[in-house]
């Protein structure tokens, strides 16, 4: 499974070099994902209200062209490993109608509110498991 | 007492206007606030590991000359009214050596963890009250 | 005219205190701006590009209501004052389904590139001045 | 040449997990990359003024330990690999008096206001060449 997020390039996202600035595209991944788990089933906020979090241990981004403000952007977002302890996502971004800004990954490792490793609950990881996509 | 926070500029604050963006002058006020509140003695974090909150529940902010990347700014930070229930700061954000850039000011609601309204306790109300800056 | 933009809140926009950090809220507020003008048929980019730019003279936040990851809010933008050298904007901020979460207004003087006051072109005055909304 | 920045971590840079923001970092290396050129003589600010920019091409980020509202950080910046049209910056963020938070890398691609790749000018590659630093 693909999931694809449509997001609009703020104001407030551009820098003084009159283009997105790097930093930006983080909390962009970060819808990508929680549109994934959403298509998937899973709400990150109940997620979260259980006790799971997933927070991000690598983030990875290639820049291939600049954004400009008043581009639309997509967002394409895939499950690309998975293991009991360990997911990576993997993202492409791309303004509509145009060829590819952006590409990375993010690695997670579940953890409860402590901040102690977890042990993906089994039936999350068969669920994620039927929807991994290794290869674009 | 009136504390004096010295920031520089940093790139991601800028926009595509070249200059600082308004919404990046938010997180300094905070900083000011959180800097006033030390100077008097005051750790903010531990405040809220007491189970006291300050939330934002007004801001203002006016802008009279744009601030660059590459330029310090002076945050002066002063609590200009106190009540049991009310706060209010005001700011002066300043280039170092030059006229004043913007000022504002912020009102608070002390609460407690689960978003009720407390009354400040005495002791910190009396600290509080001994520092009021009600004018420039 | 009154707009609407619907927004998600993101992971990213919160704080340590559970919610949405007021500094949040300004990014959206000029999203609000932006799809009023285009719901105006005016496009900001193009404006800069023509070398208007509206910055932000002054800017009023009340927040009512705290807002929450995993939210949807829509962002409701009027056109509340125009002179020819100042536009005002008013908003408010709700959660979908709820009730009002902010409220708010930004002052705008026009400019030029080099940041010169401008007056508005007076083509782009009248078409303003017709969807003018001074009361909510 | 290694050089060393001190920030603090500002609470609007926490997210709900109660933790500093994965994103947040982002600003925070361009913070380190900027004192770094300082320290070797060179105003970021002035070398575009002078037409020459660094824009990311790609970002890593590797988080070992979470950090919080109220700590202080030490970013750890020096340049790692250096071509004529490719500098490689490596970071370590570390609480004060603690151990490592993350590491991280950036690649840039010297270019000029309209994009276009440009080598770096001799001189200021034979100044940063003195000042590589190609192992921790």
């Given at each position: 499974m693909v999931s694809r997020s449509v997001l609009e390039v703020r104001y407030a996202e551009t820098d003084q070099m009159g283009v997105v600035h790097h930093g930006a595209y983080v909390p962009w991944l970060?819808?990508?994902?929680?549109?994934?788990?959403?298509?998937?089933?899973?709400?990150?906020?109940?997620?979260?209200?259980?006790?799971?979090?997933?927070p991000v241990v690598e983030l990875e981004l290639r820049y291939r062209r600049a954004l400009r403000f008043g581009q639309e952007v997509e967002v394409r977002?895939?499950?690309?490993?998975l293991a009991s302890r360990r997911l990576v996502f993997a993202y492409e971004v791309a303004p509509l109608g145009g060829g590819l800004a952006a590409a990375g990954q993010s690695v997670?490792?579940?953890?409860?509110?402590?901040?102690?490793?977890?042990?993906?609950?089994?039936?999350?990881?068969?669920?994620?498991?039927?929807?991994?996509?290794?290869?674009?």
């Amino acid at each position: 499974m693909v999931s694809r997020s449509v997001l609009e390039v703020r104001y407030a996202e551009t820098d003084q070099m009159g283009v997105v600035h790097h930093g930006a595209y983080v909390p962009w991944l970060e819808v990508g994902r929680v549109h994934w788990l959403r298509a998937a089933g899973v709400e990150y906020a109940e997620l979260e209200r259980e006790g799971l979090f997933f927070p991000v241990v690598e983030l990875e981004l290639r820049y291939r062209r600049a954004l400009r403000f008043g581009q639309e952007v997509e967002v394409r977002t895939r499950l690309a490993e998975l293991a009991s302890r360990r997911l990576v996502f993997a993202y492409e971004v791309a303004p509509l109608g145009g060829g590819l800004a952006a590409a990375g990954q993010s690695v997670h490792v579940p953890q409860d509110a402590s901040g102690r490793v977890r042990r993906l609950p089994e039936a999350l990881y068969d669920l994620l498991q039927s929807l991994l996509e290794p290869h674009t």
